[in-house]
């Protein structure tokens, strides 16, 4: 199993209509990244939350950190075709070699239908 | 210039080829990344590099070869790649190095790499 798990995998909406994709980490989290790919492209960076409870936003997207739950959520409001694309949930691990990881979410599939 | 360039964007190699990816980025940050996109199938960590020295290796086969010459530059050299191996290739930078210390990633479009 991964280590961050993204639902839902995949997502259909009619513009105008909120939804939310949740990121559940099977470690404690010390940090969330949430990140935008286009299909085919590389990750565009949205947010980031730091401390549990923490909710940021930016136009239309809000996020939210749960420690406690080591769960974070992604909402989107009034949704637009400009959303869509595959949006993943990021964060650092310890490594065994005492360095670091960056690690990505399993992704969920965003389709805005116009 | 993007923040991060990678080039080719598009490679067709057969599995006996020797071929490189080259990421370059333009941003002044310390550590730079490789990721592996396949078909559904989550984004996978190759190589962390920090300052310029190789930091992880996330069990990568040996036929992938990162380098990293300068702190502006990393390529990924491929040689007897198998079918398997084609997918999306990745390269990302962050300003920071330490762990819980990284920051964001600044990512590259993507070098998408078939293996005949």
């Known amino acids: 199993s991964q280590e961050l798990e993204q639902s839902p995998q995949s997502l259909i909406v009619q513009e105008g209509k909120n939804l939310t994709i949740n990121c559940t980490s099977s470690?404690?989290?010390?940090?969330l990244y949430w990140y935008k790919q286009k299909y085919g492209e590389g990750l565009i960076f949205l947010m980031m939350l730091q401390k549990g409870g923490e909710e940021k936003s930016h136009e239309k997207i809000t996020a939210k950190l749960d420690e406690k739950k080591q769960q974070s959520s992604l909402h989107i409001t009034a949704s637009q075709p400009s959303h869509a694309g595959i949006y993943l949930c990021?964060?650092?691990?310890?490594?065994?070699?005492?360095?670091?990881?960056?690690?990505f979410g399993t992704g969920t599939r965003l389709k805005v239908l116009a | 210039e993007t923040g991060v360039t990678q080039t080719p964007r598009h490679l067709v190699m057969g599995m006996t080829n020797k071929k490189s990816l080259k990421c370059e980025q333009h941003l002044g940050h310390n550590a730079m990344y490789w990721y592996k996109q396949s078909a559904k199938k989550p984004l996978e960590l190759m190589f962390v590099y920090s300052l310029e020295e190789r930091v992880e290796n996330n069990s990568v086969p040996s036929r992938f070869s990162p380098e990293c010459p300068n702190s502006s530059h990393l390529f990924l050299h491929l040689h007897t790649l198998q079918p398997e191996d084609s997918a999306l290739y990745l390269c990302a930078s962050s300003q920071g190095t330490e762990y819980r210390d990284t920051g964001e990633l600044f990512f590259g479009e993507g070098s998408r790499l078939t293996v005949l």
């Open positions: 990021g964060a650092e691990r310890g490594s065994t070699s005492g360095t670091y990881k960056y690690i």
């Open positions: 470690k404690t989290l010390y940090g």
